[in-house]
């Protein structure tokens, strides 16, 4: 009787994990340019999984540059995970968004939202910076898409391709709002 109740109990937990797993994909997904005032000249076409690129070995995302202070915006709505100070990024916030994804703002100059916040893409979350690794360089911010659903069809033979199926390219859903 007892492990019955364990295993409906079980049954039920996964039945409502599955639903919230649904529920994130479904969830609907437009991405902004996280740079106000940003243009497709701000950044590089080609800096995504661009080697080589220091203790990184490969750049999984895209650098937007722009003039320090320069406010940040999500590109996407969801929850903040994290926001402080990381070696690498210097000044972080972690967002996870629609399907699953996390978009990852580095560099930032000043962080200005919270840990567990819900924002939208008219939140002010922080402003562009160099901080971490980037001190001493033009200010940008370093913006990352990865999904924490591998998508195995991504991986290729290149320089670290088996990574290639948790990061997004950013640039293609950026030049998406140029079109």
Do not use: C
Request: net charge positive; proline share 6%; no cysteine.
């Amino acid at each position: 009787m007892y492990f019955r109740k364990i295993l409906n109990t079980v049954k039920k937990l996964f039945a409502v994990l599955m639903v919230v797993l649904v529920i994130g994909f479904l969830v609907p997904q437009k991405i902004i340019m996280p740079v106000e005032g940003a243009t497709k000249k701000s950044y590089s076409q080609n800096s995504f999984w661009a080697y080589p690129w220091g203790k990184s070995v490969t750049h999984k995302g895209v650098d937007i540059f722009a003039k320090r202070g320069t406010n940040i915006r999500p590109a996407t709505g969801g929850i903040v995970l994290y926001k402080g100070t990381v070696p690498r990024g210097g000044n972080v916030v972690f967002i996870l968004g629609p399907k699953w994804r996390l978009h990852y703002y580095a560099h930032l100059d000043k962080i200005k939202t919270k840990t567990f916040s819900v924002v939208s893409s008219k939140n002010v979350i922080g402003s562009v910076g160099n901080t971490g690794n980037a001190v001493g360089k033009p200010s940008h911010l370093h913006y990352t898409i990865k999904t924490i659903i591998p998508y195995p069809w991504r991986i290729d033979k290149s320089i670290q391709g088996k990574r290639k199926m948790f990061y997004l390219n950013p640039i293609k859903y950026l030049n998406e709002n140029f079109i």
